[in-house]
């Protein structure tokens, strides 16, 4: 197993704000599990990945490394693109339409 995703798994562990302790305790984890990572005495079995995925919300890929898309299934929005899609959602439908007309016209001119 890749370094990177111990570090992935640790910064996971860190943001979340909890304690190890609490994080074995809600994975059922051996008490010392997050200590030995730390330590690089030990990595995490295949269980215990896929429970660090599933409590952190990301991909078993992600935490091994092989992506860095936390969920590849999810997409993740920016915040002007979601800015965009609530004007959008506001306007009424022949608005709406001509925006889409706009926004046609200006993605050809880009493609050119």
């Known amino acids: ?4 995703s111990i570090d992935r798994i ?5 943001k979340s704000g909890k304690t190890d302790k609490a994080i074995t305790l809600d994975l059922e984890l051996s008490n010392s599990a997050i200590s030995e990572w730390k330590k690089g005495k030990a990595f995490p079995k295949t269980d215990a990945i896929v429970k660090l995925a599933q409590y952190f ?3 078993v890929d992600y935490l ?3 992506t860095n898309t936390k969920r590849p299934d999810k997409q993740e929005v920016s915040e002007q693109a979601m800015r965009v899609a609530e004007l959008f959602d506001s306007l009424d439908e022949k608005s709406q339409a001509k925006v889409e007309g706009f926004l ?9």
């Open 57 to 59: 919300d990301v991909s």
């Open 10 to 14: 640790l910064n996971l562990i860190k």
């Open 64 to 66: 091994l490394g092989l």
């Open 104 to 112: 046609e016209a200006l993605a050809d001119q880009n493609k050119s």
């Open 1 to 4: 197993m890749p370094t990177l």
